[in-house]
């Protein structure tokens, strides 16, 4: 299913019934774009802690925005065998505009041309994306409407607003009473905004919301107060209704949030960046408190790319690159569960990826992420098993299997590999930190010694005095490969990192150290040889 604003509040009640029966959901989000141009101490380094990659990250989702949510839902079927369906969806948002709320965002040109290359649907999230808003804009919109201080201030509502209030003016003046006129076209929460701003302006009215548009009567005045007064069409009710429309999305995110099911992706850090920041809170600057508050959202987060990472060398598959990749190995013989593992069927209104390949579709991805998991899973219970026979594996069996990886998030470009939502990060397990130590070339910059080493293999860079430079890889055999090659080079002395020795402040200290030790001890000995 393909959902924008148009056809979403009348899925809310099946989307929150299949989420509550669900076994977990499997997610994955297209965005606007990925990085911001970070560059010199801002880009994203090996060498960054994860609070300082989060700090640098951060800055990237405040700039970007979602353009398509994918969930699948997963749900095991009664009564058959370790068999499961799933109900995957696409979800087209568009940021609210509403009131106070005109948002910002950035476009990055690459992903746009990435997403055109897989047939992305701008049309869609441009026109008819699905609203959505954050817990601290829903309060101030809240406030807002609740107080009577709501006002329509983007200018294209104004002008469909004043475009509107002029035309049922106009029929006014030559209406009788008893007699209604249809304003098609406007839909969503911009129907019930419509309707607020008419009642409030022309007391000889009532409107009335109906499939064809925004339907207005003209009453008389004692009829308006008989309305406004017993109708459950009260203003008090429409201003619930507004902002209940002007969520979207929000509403349903909650309706996730409460449900508390396993929440599977695949390298889903970002997507959990975005999340924080778009429907709950803004991402607070302590990384300590973002990993709280996704925990507290999201109690078991599962990263397919931190199971398989972790187990594809050890049953010898062939390297794969994405997540397509991934599931196409273990839908093959190279699988040894292939024939016993889960069966995974798509539901009645979801078959559109039974026979159709929709790499970096959300729904699609989302699709991927929770079969993968599943096969994972079983592959890993077999393990366990070795030759006996596996039993009639459910889901908790897996997630017994699976809890080494539970909450453990896979981080791209830092200094650890991953990050720990239900407790402290695992220390790093990079390979060494390399020292490079310059001879007989002045002025030498970071950039230049990037360039030097980048056909032997790719380090990142970072500057430690005038004439040395600390040199980190993600590849033990990158950092053995370059201390061989560069054994006894003239120029370029490269050898291991240590901090004792070569750290910059605490070579200051000793010698500050050295200098306080050597005052003293003069000290001393004149003071011993005066009379």
Known sequence: MDL??????????LLQELVQEADFVGLDIEFTGLRSNLSGPQQISLFDLPSEWYLKTRQSVQQFTICQIGLSVFSAIEGEANKYIAHSCNFFLFPTTFGILDSEFSFQ????????????????????????????????????????????????????????????????????????????????????????????????IWTVLKDEGVVVKKVSKQHRWYLQNTSCDRES????????????????????????????????MMDLLHLHEKFFRPLPESYDQFKQNIHSLFPVLIDTKNVTKDIWKEMNFPRVSNLSEVYEVLNSDLNPTKNSGPEIVHASRCEKYVKTKCPHEAAYDAFLCGSVLLKVAHLLLQKIHGID?????????????????????????????????????????????????????????????????????????????RSQFLLLTNKFKDARNVLKEYRGHPTLCISLYRYWRHSPDVNCVLQVCGIVTAWALLAFIFGRSGP
């Open 109 to 204: 040109a690459s992903s746009v041309q990435f997403l055109n290359q897989y047939g992305f649907n701008y049309n869609k999230f441009l026109k008819n994306g699905i609203p959505y808003m954050n817990e601290e804009q829903e309060k101030k919109i809240r406030h807002d409407i609740l107080t009577g201080n709501w006002r329509v201030r983007s200018s294209p509502d104004k002008d469909q607003i004043k475009a509107v209030i002029d035309k049922v003016t106009r029929w006014l003046d030559l209406a009788k009473e008893g007699d209604w006129m249809t304003l098609p076209g406007i839909a969503g929460f911009q129907a019930f905004e419509v309707q607020l701003v008419l009642r409030q302006a022309l007391p000889d």
């Open 237 to 268: 009710c429409w201003k619930e209704k507004i902002l209940l429309s002007a969520r979207g999305f929000s509403v349903f995110f909650q309706m996730l949030v409460k449900a508390q099911k396993p929440l599977v992706g695949h390298n889903m």
């Open 4 to 13: 924008g604003a148009d056809e979403f509040e009348e899925s809310l009640p």
């Open 389 to 465: 026979p596996v039993p009639e594996s459910s889901f908790p069996q897996y997630l017994d299997v699976l809890a080494p990886y539970v909450n453990q998030v896979n981080l791209i470009r830092a200094g650890v590999p991953k990050i720990n939502f239900s407790g402290p990060d695992y220390p790093s397990i990079r390979p060494p930190i390399l020292i490079l130590s310059i001879k007989r070339w002045p002025g030498v910059s970071e950039q230049q010694v990037y360039h030097k080493f980048q056909n032997l293999c790719k380090f990142d860079v970072r500057r430690l005095t």
